[in-house]
């Protein structure tokens, strides 16, 4: 036992230090990433694919990378915003690592992007402990998925700095209950922003890169209490 804990502490120092290399890497270029975390089905393309137009009808050069298990069919997706989309397909593995986001950015990512969007793997365990380099880390709930998400995932949403929750028209019909998640989350990560939105009535539209550019333009971003006793 001991022996896989200090291999599982190597491998995330290991990607610590490289996260901390690509976002400086990033930045001296001026490129922002924010990182989108989710459960399968939470709707984080959706809400890239209205995301991405809003931010080019800005005049905001933005760019999406979003990874799967297989299919490119999110990519197909947001392709369709016209911003530079790629897929990453990770054949098998449950969530992208800083090395390997930095090898599918070289001789990709275009030299103007402002902000990039990255869709991780639907997964709200693996990709939770593992830093990309982001400026901005999001975690995504629809409303279908219950109020106790963020007590069944706490290191997901306990190092999240923006929580969004998503299909908020089902609302109703999923009789879900905004107070106690908004209690749960506070529960796990004192202080966070908690943002409805709906693809479907457009609650919510353009806070995404709204946040984004508010951390790109260097404002203070929310520092979990997870975060800082893991310092």
């Not at 999923?174 to 479907?200: I, K």
Request: with cysteine.
């Amino acid at each position: 036992m001991c022996r896989t804990v200090d291999l599982r502490q190597a491998v995330l120092a290991k990607n610590t230090m490289a996260a901390g290399v690509l976002r400086t890497e990033l930045t001296a270029r001026g490129t922002t990433v924010v990182n989108l975390l989710s459960s399968p089905g939470s709707g984080k393309t959706a809400l890239l694919e209205r995301e991405l137009p809003l931010a080019r009808e800005r005049g905001i050069e933005v760019a999406a990378l979003t990874a799967d298990l297989a299919t490119e069919n999110d990519a197909t997706r947001l392709a369709r915003s016209g911003a530079p989309v790629k897929q990453v397909l990770t054949d098998g593995l449950c969530h992208l690592e800083a090395d390997m986001l930095a090898g599918h950015l070289h001789d990709w990512l275009p030299d103007a992007t402002r902000l990039l969007f990255v869709e991780n793997v639907g997964n709200l365990v693996c990709p939770a402990s593992y830093d990309l380099g982001e400026s901005l880390r999001v975690v995504l709930a629809s409303v279908t998925e219950g109020e106790d998400k963020p007590l069944k995932y706490p290191t997901a949403f306990g190092l999240a700095q923006l929580v969004i929750v998503t299909k908020s028209d089902l609302a109703g019909p999923a009789a879900f209950d905004e107070a106690a998640f908004r209690a749960h989350v506070e529960q796990v990560n004192p202080g966070v922003e908690v943002v409805l939105t709906s693809v479907r009535t457009g609650e919510g539209a353009g806070v995404l890169v709204d946040r984004a550019l508010a951390a790109a333009d260097g404002d203070a971003v929310h520092t979990p209490v997870m975060a800082r006793a893991g310092a």
